[in-house]
C-alpha cells in the first residue's frame, strides 16, 4: 500500500517561503514511469495543480506559479518537496501531495493534506 504524507509549517508569513516535504513509503519515488505532484485548494475555491517531478527527477510547473515554484526530492529518504516563494494570503490553502499513475491516467494515492496559512 503505497502512502504519502505531507510535513510542513501550518503558518507562514507574507513575503516568506513555503516549505512543505512528502513522505513516500509503499514505493520508491525512482520507480518508472511515475510522476509526483503537489496540488492545492484555497479555501472555498477547488483543486488547482501546482507542479510535478517524475520517477527520473524531471520538474514541471504550472505556468501561473512557475516563477515562484521549486520542485525537488531526496531519494535517500524517498521523498520530494515544494517551495513556493514570496506568498501572500492568497496562497493559503490545504497543500496534497499525490502520486500520478499513468496507467490509469490519474492519481492513484493522496496524502490527507495540510493546511498552510499565510498571515502575519
Known amino acids: 500500500q503505497v502512502q504519502l504524507q505531507e510535513s510542513g509549517p501550518g503558518l507562514v508569513k507574507p513575503s516568506q517561503t513555503l516549505s512543505l516535504t512528502c513522505t513516500v513509503s509503499g514505493d520508491s519515488i525512482t520507480t518508472s514511469f511515475y510522476s509526483w505532484i503537489w496540488i492545492r485548494q484555497p479555501p472555498g475555491k477547488g483543486l488547482e495543480w501546482m507542479g510535478a517531478?517524475?520517477?527520473?527527477?524531471?520538474?514541471y510547473y504550472s505556468p501561473s506559479l512557475k516563477s515562484r515554484t521549486r520542485i525537488s526530492r531526496d531519494t535517500s529518504k524517498n521523498q520530494f518537496s515544494l517551495q513556493l516563494s514570496s506568498v501572500t494570503p492568497e496562497d493559503t490553502a490545504v497543500y496534497y501531495c499525490?502520486?500520478?499513475?499513468?496507467?490509469?491516467?490519474?492519481?492513484?494515492?493522496w496524502g490527507k493534506g495540510t493546511l498552510v496559512t499565510v498571515s502575519s
Open positions: 517531478i517524475t520517477y527520473d527527477g524531471s520538474a
Open positions: 499525490a502520486r500520478v499513475n499513468p496507467v490509469v491516467a490519474g492519481y492513484d494515492y
